[in-house]
């Protein structure tokens, strides 16, 4: 049982830098696999990012990789993505996820749990 709330999108310039954050309920985050995803206009939702449930294991879509740094912190029910030398194309609506486990590999994790999303535009 937990619920997420995301919150750090707005606007912001390509090449600059913005956190995003994930703020959880309950007792039970840290049994959680933690993910990021988006959905940009007329696309698909996709993967981002995932992190395991100590923190030891990330994952991270290849669009992102180098660009993007996603963490938790355990003890604030939090988990974060960093994303740097951002692009027009990171444009997009990104929802934070609480996952059960990894299906193949990250990108198919299975996420019971889905933030209700944050904005994030990044302007020319």
């Known amino acids: 049982q937990v619920q997420l709330v995301e919150s750090g999108g707005r606007l912001v310039q390509a090449g600059g830098s913005l956190r995003l954050s994930c703020a959880a309920s309950g007792r039970t985050f840290s049994s959680y696999i933690m993910g990021w995803y988006r959905q940009a206009p007329g696309k698909e939702r996709e993967f981002v990012a995932t992190?395991?449930?100590?923190?030891?294991?990330?994952d991270y879509a290849d669009s992102v990789k180098g660009r993007f740094t996603i963490s938790r912190d355990n003890a604030k029910n939090t988990v974060y993505l960093q994303m740097n030398s951002l692009k027009v194309e990171d444009t997009s609506v990104y929802y934070c996820a609480a996952c059960q486990s990894y299906g193949m590999n990250a990108i198919t994790s299975r996420c019971g749990y889905w933030g209700q999303g944050t904005q994030v535009t990044v302007s020319s």
């Open positions: 992190i395991s449930w100590a923190g030891g294991r990330t």
